[in-house]
């Protein structure tokens, strides 16, 4: 089954699953309703306090069923940038979802509602407890025409590995103007220094750009195709922002031109982040300075240009806000760390209680790039299986959890370890104390 298939299944899946209103058995989907028909007819932040589970449940999925729909009056009949926000403070906010409202829907042929479906699991650390929402949706055309929004999350009982605990703003800019000499954008997005958690497995970027205004040099900047990215130390990483895909709408038919490509955005659908890895060019710990790359560019349709000439070097010089907008993008730019999860990979192989605590040795050994540990539990004890390097560094946490009197297996994955020799320390706490067994093994890449 391809990429669209299986999104498409779970899709489903989420539209026919029940909702409960109570917190469901592990293994089962507990969802949340954020808005509810929520009447959307002006440029306004719509605010709400949501109540989530608390952080003594797990998932190994969070997905966001976003849909739109038309009150009695009609929709908004325009395409309108909106966004979905986790607000922390009056100064600290993190976008977790974006959205372009499509063109027309409502007549004959067409959908009349819109559903997008988001996998935010890399918000997980946000999504707990009370979580204030601010949702929006850019519509100028006032009452009695809107958007009416529904949002609710899917939180799917169990486990991921790696987990992701921390989101980073790196930048964040709703209006960032473009090709003007005079109001340069890398001015508005300065490097930032970060120093990295000491405690990460993992580092994701995130960068969600959208560009708008045309009419101008390229037709920018939402019919220019250009480069973005981030620049991470010395190392450049880059993509083409530009969606081609916007024929295969999945709210479709519209109105209006809504499948022609765009700038990293298509009418009637979700904005799809890019998203790439950038463990390889961090280092747990210390800091790295990050830089924004996108491509120079000049528009010399504008009215601050002293040699446009409106129907001669240009159609028009001047901003009409019909046809001749300003270009800009709309630029949220994170980072997403993640560690281990120490609740993930522990088997238990029999609950018969042992007469000791055992750590046996691990098989393979040598290995690469993983291996297997098998140990015994006396009684109920917090566990957890360390690994540390020949100088007695600690360089992995297998796990770390509550355990019941048995035996377990554990796999270890030295991927990103070097070769060489490594200790295991199994610790378990009892009521009676402490119990230690440490043993050696050998990584051969």
Request: proline residues 7%; contains cysteine.
């Amino acid at each position: 089954m391809n990429k669209k298939s299986l999104l498409f299944a779970f899709a489903l899946f989420l539209f026919l699953t029940p909702l409960y209103s109570a917190f469901c058995s592990p293994g089962d989907t507990t969802w949340v309703t954020a808005y509810n028909q929520e009447y959307h007819y002006w440029a306004d932040m719509h605010y709400k306090t949501v109540y989530f589970p608390d952080t003594s449940h797990h998932w190994s999925k969070i997905i966001m069923k976003y849909t739109i729909g038309c009150p009695s009056a009609g929709c908004d009949p325009w395409d309108r940038f909106g966004h979905l926000r986790v607000v922390i403070d009056s100064t600290t906010y993190y976008e977790i979802a974006r959205v372009i409202t499509p063109y027309n829907i409502v007549g004959g042929g067409y959908p009349g509602t819109c559903t997008y479906i988001y996998d935010l699991t890399d918000y997980m650390p946000l999504l707990h407890d009370s979580v204030k929402f601010a949702n929006y949706i850019e519509s100028w055309i006032n009452t009695p025409r809107g958007w009416l929004a529904t949002i609710k999350f899917a939180l799917i009982e169990g486990e991921v590995q790696p987990k992701p605990f921390k989101v980073v703003n790196l930048w964040q800019n709703q209006y960032l103007v473009y090709g003007d000499t005079a109001n340069p954008p890398m001015s508005h997005l300065p490097a930032r220094n970060i120093t990295i958690d000491p405690g990460v497995y993992s580092v994701k970027a995130r960068d969600v750009t959208t560009g708008h205004g045309q009419g101008n040099t390229g037709n920018a900047a939402e019919f220019l195709q250009n480069r973005h990215g981030i620049v991470v130390g010395g190392d450049s990483l880059e993509y083409w922002l530009w969606r081609t895909d916007c024929s295969s709408n999945p709210c479709s038919p519209q109105g209006g031109t809504w499948h022609y490509p765009r700038a990293g955005w298509c009418p009637g659908a979700s904005v799809i982040p890019w998203d790439t890895m950038i463990t390889t060019y961090i280092t747990p710990g210390q800091s790295k300075v990050f830089s924004y790359l996108l491509d120079p560019y000049v528009n010399y349709c504008r009215p601050t240009n002293p040699n446009c000439v409106s129907g001669i070097t240009c159609a028009d010089c001047n901003y009409n806000y019909n046809g001749h907008t300003e270009p800009f993008y709309r630029i949220e730019t994170q980072l997403i760390y993640y560690k281990v999860n120490p609740n993930v990979g522990v088997i238990q192989l029999n609950s018969y209680v042992p007469n000791y605590y055992n750590l046996e040795q691990n098989f393979p050994n040598p290995f690469n790039p993983s291996t297997t540990i098998r140990f015994a539990v006396k009684e109920k004890s917090n566990v957890k299986i360390n690994v540390f390097d020949a100088t007695g560094k600690l360089v992995n946490t297998v796990f770390s959890r509550e355990l019941t009197a048995g035996t377990y297996k554990v796999d270890f994955d030295g991927s990103k370890l070097s070769s060489g020799i490594y200790f295991y320390r199994l610790e378990a706490v009892d009521s009676k104390g402490v119990n230690t067994i440490t043993k050696k093994m050998v990584l051969v890449k």
